[in-house]
């Protein structure tokens, strides 16, 4: 796991101006869990996993989602975009330690 | 016969199937130095993980506990024949059996046992009526108004019982003759199937009959990185080309430049016969013995490492047609084991491979809630596969040992020649098709 923060996103290949995509991206990450003992104490450690992911397109906020707890190691997300023009998609990826990672893909028409 | 290792006595307790780690942890510490020098067939010294060696602990009181993966059953089946080439043992003898007299059959036990799944279950191949039947498969026939046949008591017990005496070619287990079912519980499961008295209701949900159920329709694209985590491991196998091992050599010093280039085409030579080691090798064999003797890193077979660089090298060759060598004299007789290795019979259950994975009996019918492959239909070339309800990367070896435990017959280790030149056989069935590795299966 030493990729922690590559990201991968997939578009369709040939767009056209107007259509709903539905976009796929992933952020390699090792999501650290919380985990409680016998009691259902938590037990201290290091918890570390992906809390928020924004994506913006054009400049502007297309999607976010909050995470309230972890859902998997190399977390992937979905999320349908109405492709008007051509220009970057970015996808932000933030963890519980502040870790902030990015990707882009740039969305074109055929 | 495979080796049996005597080693202290763990007492492992048969309170959940978690405890097997221990066990293999355990064994793993005890089971390990191999050399490394070429050896012939037959004698073949596994350079598996320990959990993958298909090796039998016998405690100090002679409790016997078969050494397998995680999660995974530790009972022993020494008693059954299985794939071992050197294993002669016929398969359990055609056994006629008379109905015991005077024993009044219970068709509420006989419906429990029917769907029991430490058992059968039954309805693993056959539909009976009943929303709880879930979900039934069809190898076998719908048993649905089979009191309507008004066939005897004492034929349908004997049908149970080794129904081979009936249908020599049947796939049916012995259930009598392998002691699975006791006399008793024969005698309810025959009293609850002369219950079942047609016409039969139609069906509220389509998918709880396997005659009518939607096929599955697979996981999406199984190479795009964000649908199968396979891909991903694939590409963090990468790291291990290029980094040297303990004899200060690198994958990429031999075969210079990225995998996807320099391993183009490889994979679809395997498994080929090697002439250094005298046998048949899949791709994970020969790796497990080539990354150990050029670099002098271990790729145990069934280690992440082999598999994530087996997944990596059969990428190399995606849209590749296979080419096995089919022709040399040396590779046909290979074949022809692994031909016989399909059709042979094994385990508690006296099942063969044709049982399930050919048009003829189960191929493309359901097996419970699993559709079963084909052979003909080439069954090796997206393999080594994700598989969803294991979240687990497996090879082929892992997918023969797996159905083996099932079958009651104890596995062999993932880089036994059987399994090879089983997978020598399998992929004739592959050749001039496309490899499409890694597969994303349930």
């Known amino acids: 796991m030493s990729d922690v923060g590559k990201i991968r996103i997939r578009v369709p290949a040939n767009v056209k101006p107007g259509d709903v995509v539905r976009v796929r991206c992933l952020v390699i990450h090792p999501m650290e869990r919380i985990e409680r003992d016998a009691q259902g104490k938590i037990i201290d450690r290091n918890y570390n996993y992906i809390t928020r992911v924004t994506a913006t397109y054009l400049g502007k906020p297309v999607v976010a989602f909050d995470l309230t707890q972890s859902v998997s190691e190399n977390p992937a997300f979905s ?6 023009a051509p220009g970057p998609l970015t996808v932000t990826f933030v963890d519980t330690h502040g870790g902030k990672y990015e990707g882009t893909a740039n969305i074109a028409f055929a | 016969m495979r080796s049996v290792l005597a080693l202290p006595d763990v007492r492992l307790r048969r309170v959940s199937l978690r405890a097997v780690t ?4 355990l064994a793993g510490c005890a089971l390990a130095t191999h050399d490394s020098a070429p050896v012939a067939p037959g004698a ?4 598996a993980i320990p959990e993958a060696r298909g090796e039998v602990r016998v405690a100090a009181d002679g409790t016997r506990t078969a050494v397998r993966y ?3 059953t530790t009972r022993d089946f020494a008693a059954f024949r299985t794939y071992a080439s050197d294993d002669a043992r016929p398969q359990p003898p055609v056994q006629k059996a008379t109905m015991p007299a005077g024993v009044a059959g219970d068709p509420k036990k006989g419906r429990a046992l029917f769907l029991d799944r430490q058992k059968g279950p039954c309805t693993g191949c056959h539909l009976v009526p009943g929303a709880d039947v879930w979900p039934a498969g069809n190898v076998g026939p719908d048993l649905s108004a089979f009191a309507d046949r008004k066939l005897a008591d004492a034929y349908v017990y004997q049908q149970l019982w080794d129904p081979r005496v009936i249908y020599p070619q049947t796939v049916m287990p012995p259930w009598g003759a392998q002691r699975i079912f006791t006399p008793e519980e024969l005698v309810n499961l025959v009293a609850y199937l002369q219950t079942l008295h047609g016409p039969v209701p139609p069906e509220a949900d389509d998918d709880r009959n396997p005659f009518t159920r939607r096929r599955p329709t697979g996981f999406g694209d199984n190479l795009d990185p964000t649908n199968n985590p396979a891909v991903i491991r694939a590409e963090e196998a990468q790291q291990l080309w290029g980094a040297r091992g303990p004899k200060g050599k690198a994958c990429a010093d031999c075969h210079p430049g990225e995998p996807a280039q320099a391993m183009r085409g490889v994979a679809t030579r395997y498994p080929r016969i090697v002439a250094e080691y005298g046998r ?5 064999d020969f790796l497990a013995v080539h990354g150990e003797t050029t670099t002098g890193r271990a790729l145990p077979s069934e280690s992440a490492a082999n598999v994530d660089v087996s997944v990596m090298i059969k990428m190399a060759s995606n849209g590749l047609p296979v080419a096995v060598d089919t022709t040399s004299p040396a590779a046909r007789a290979a074949i022809d084991r692994g031909r016989a290795a399909f059709y042979r019979r094994v385990g508690e259950r006296n099942h063969a491979c044709a049982d399930c994975h050919t048009p003829e009996h189960g191929a493309n019918k359901f097996l419970g809630g699993r559709f079963l492959g084909d052979v003909n239909a080439g069954l090796t070339r997206h393999f080594p596969t994700w598989r969803t309800s294991q979240d687990e990367i497996w ?4 997918r023969f040992q797996w159905c083996m435990t099932p079958l009651g017959a104890n596995m062999l280790a993932a880089d036994a020649v059987e ?3 089983l997978e020598l056989f399998l992929t004739t069935f592959d050749v001039g098709k496309p490899i499409n590795a890694p597969g994303i299966r349930h």
């Not at chain 2, 073949?44 to 350079?47: D, E, G, I, Q």
């Open chain 2, 419 to 421: 399994y090879a030149e």
């Open chain 2, 44 to 47: 073949w010294v596994s350079r």
């Open chain 2, 395 to 398: 090879d082929m070896r892992k």
């Open chain 2, 22 to 25: 221990l066990a293999a942890t």
């Open chain 1, 79 to 84: 999320f349908a975009l109405k492709a008007t």
């Open chain 2, 70 to 72: 995680k999660g995974w």
């Open chain 2, 280 to 284: 048949v090798m899949s791709l994970e």
